[in-house]
């Protein structure tokens, strides 16, 4: 996976450098001070969390100012940040943030779950998301390929010796979208959705040629890395 130099400055520039008068430099600005309630999902089955555990991270503020050694989940319900401060968790002002760094060799415990080195957030790459973090799973020239990590809360009904009991559940939900020259397009894990969505005959003759499902993230970073060599 190619990470261009250049990504992060023009991330930033499309933000606006915030001034670093604004900020408090030496610390993570945080909603409040208030520990968020460890039980408040007790009662949910299912978890709305990213990881299991809070995990390593390096968090890139939008002034450029990097924060390593964070200690974070993130919360696909909420869509925020929530970040360990002393033995809380607390949740993170996400406008003054632009990016997460999660390394897979900060944290073994995770390493199946990033592909490649490491795995990256960012907030707002394209309008649809707004404030909201997204995972940037592959990175080329003005081409990109996101997950929308989702959560939903459902109400679910069970029949339990004749009577019937509801009970609250977390829904994950995957979205993926291809960012091509500014245009976002939401796509399956299906051949046929990559291939409408990249609308190019060489890259249909390199999935069937190479046998491709693109059931896989990992296959559709094949498919892209390939297509991006294409438009060099």
Excluded at 18 to 36: E, H, K, P, R, T
Excluded at 156 to 163: A, C, E, H, I, Y
Aim: proline share 2%; charged share 30%.
């Amino acid at each position: 996976m190619r990470w261009p130099i250049s990504l992060f400055f023009v991330a930033v520039a499309c933000f606006g450098i915030w001034n670093s008068g604004n900020a408090q430099a030496d610390s993570l600005l945080l909603v409040n001070s208030q520990a968020i309630n460890d039980d408040r999902y007790d009662d949910i089955k299912g978890s709305p969390f990213l990881f299991k555990e809070p995990v390593k991270a390096r968090i890139i503020r939008n002034d450029a100012n990097i924060f390593d050694g964070v200690w974070l989940n993130y919360n696909g319900f909420t869509k925020e940040l929530e970040v360990r401060s002393g033995d809380q968790m607390i949740e993170l002002d996400r406008t003054w943030y632009l990016r997460v760094e999660i390394a897979a060799a900060d944290n073994p415990h995770i390493a199946d779950e990033i592909i490649g080195d490491k795995l990256v957030m960012q907030r707002g790459i394209h309008q649809k998301f707004r404030d909201q973090f997204t995972i940037l799973l592959f990175v080329g020239d003005d081409l990109f390929l996101i997950r929308d990590f989702d959560v939903e809360k459902r109400t679910n009904t069970v029949q339990d010796v004749g009577k019937s009991v509801e009970f609250e559940k977390f829904n994950v939900r995957n979205h993926y979208y291809i960012k091509r020259r500014g245009k976002l397009t939401q796509i399956r894990l299906k051949k046929n959705s990559v291939i409408d969505a990249l609308d190019s005959p060489e890259v249909e003759a390199y999935i069937k040629s190479n046998k491709l499902r693109c059931s896989t993230v990992e296959e559709v970073i094949q498919v892209l890395e390939h297509f991006n060599t294409l438009q060099s």
